[in-house]
């Protein structure tokens, strides 16, 4: 059973940065690609980004591509979302989730962290 549990949430001003991580335990993090969602108040969850197992790959959704990168470092079994030029239309709790290494992309996801806060201000 791996358990994640993600942190780096907050309040920022639009155009600011954050660094999400989503550290992992019960579990070799190597094993798992890895991915990050996002659920804004009201609306369905969305995928934002993923990352292959042994980082080589990775996936954006295109409406975060070039301002949103997902990183890996597997010793630390630590997953990070570096998020840049921020916008009110961030604003949502993020969620890191684990899936089979070997589905790449990810087909679906196995476990779920508890979820971050992530509020932009205008």
């Known amino acids: 059973q791996v358990t994640l549990v993600e942190s780096g949430g907050g309040l920022v001003q639009e155009g600011g940065s954050l660094r999400l991580s989503c550290a992992a335990s019960g579990g070799t993090l190597s094993n798992y690609a890895m991915g990050w969602f996002r659920q804004a108040p009201g609306k369905e969850r969305e995928f934002v980004a993923a990352i292959s197992g042994g980082g080589g790959g990775r996936n954006y959704a295109d409406s975060l591509k070039g301002r949103f990168i997902i990183s890996r470092d597997n010793a630390k079994n630590t997953v990070y979302l570096q998020m840049n030029s921020l916008k009110p239309d961030d604003t949502a709790v993020y969620y890191c989730?684990?899936?089979?290494?070997?589905?790449?992309?990810?087909?679906?996801?196995?476990?779920w962290g508890q979820g971050t806060q992530v509020t932009v201000s205008s």
């Open positions: 989730a684990a899936g089979p290494r070997t589905n790449w992309p990810p087909q679906g996801y196995d476990y």
